[in-house]
């Protein structure tokens, strides 16, 4: 069965310091997509990056990083030099490759809190 | 402007109601779906439904069910209201495939 552990349930850090986001799945597929979503105050979850299982490559995006290890089922999220504005909770999916359908299955979240 | 519409960001309903929670997205996605989200316990699939006419339970799917009669819109449906369903309700759309999921602002229900 479908599963995703996010093991950290609120982070509090210094502005400018680095952080990671751990996020650790289950799957018996071969083929899966993993998703990074962030929740702001105001509620809307706003998609961040999609990686899936046969793309191994760690991605950048200006201060966000993704690494992805298929050989510890892990796809940690680092925001580097961290701002107020990255306060929000960050939720970690697995979406198994079922065709048509995409379901999609979260993990429990990471409150991040970015003290100035 | 992409968007997911959900009709209401506040309600407040008495148990044994029976409650309607309204959905429209605007990009023509085949699939949409229903969570519930509570403190710890992250976000929980309900129902989902890949065309219309067409769903599936997800995981916990019990005291709640769904229609979809138009592609654009997917309602939930609390047969009769309780307390324990009080909770935040976010609803979401994607193209067939799996594709980032584009989510509504949330309802937060109270059961009183």
């Known amino acids: 069965a479908q599963k995703v552990t996010q093991a950290q349930t609120e982070i509090s850090v210094v502005e400018k310091e680095d952080v990671t986001l751990d996020c650790v799945y289950e799957t018996r597929d071969t083929t899966y997509y993993l998703f990074w979503y962030k929740q702001p105050p105001s509620g809307e979850l706003v998609f961040l990056i999609r990686r899936n299982s046969f793309d191994e490559q760690n991605e950048i995006s200006g201060r966000y990083s993704w690494n992805f290890q298929k050989s510890t089922s892990s796809f940690n999220f680092t925001i580097t030099a961290s701002q107020v504005v990255d306060s929000a909770v960050y939720f970690c999916?697995?979406?198994?490759?079922?065709?048509?359908?995409?379901?999609?299955?979260f993990g429990t979240g990471t409150l991040l809190a970015v003290q100035p | 402007d992409v968007k997911v519409t959900q009709s209401s960001r506040y309600l407040v309903k008495r148990t044994g109601e029976k409650v309607f929670l309204e959905c429209v997205q605007d990009m023509d996605h085949e699939n949409m779906f229903w969570y519930r989200q509570d403190p710890g316990l992250g976000l929980r699939l309900i129902y989902f439904s890949y065309d219309v006419k067409m769903k599936e339970k997800g995981d916990i799917p019990e005291g709640y069910s769904v229609s979809r009669e138009k592609k654009e819109r997917f309602s939930l449906i609390l047969e009769s209201a309780s307390t324990n369903q009080t909770s935040m309700y976010l609803c979401?759309?994607?193209?067939?495939?799996?594709?980032?999921?584009?989510f509504g602002q949330g309802t937060r229900l109270t059961v009183v």
């Open positions: 999916a697995l979406s198994e490759y079922g065709g048509a359908t995409n379901k999609l299955i």
């Open positions: 979401a759309s994607t193209k067939q495939g799996p594709t980032e999921a584009f």
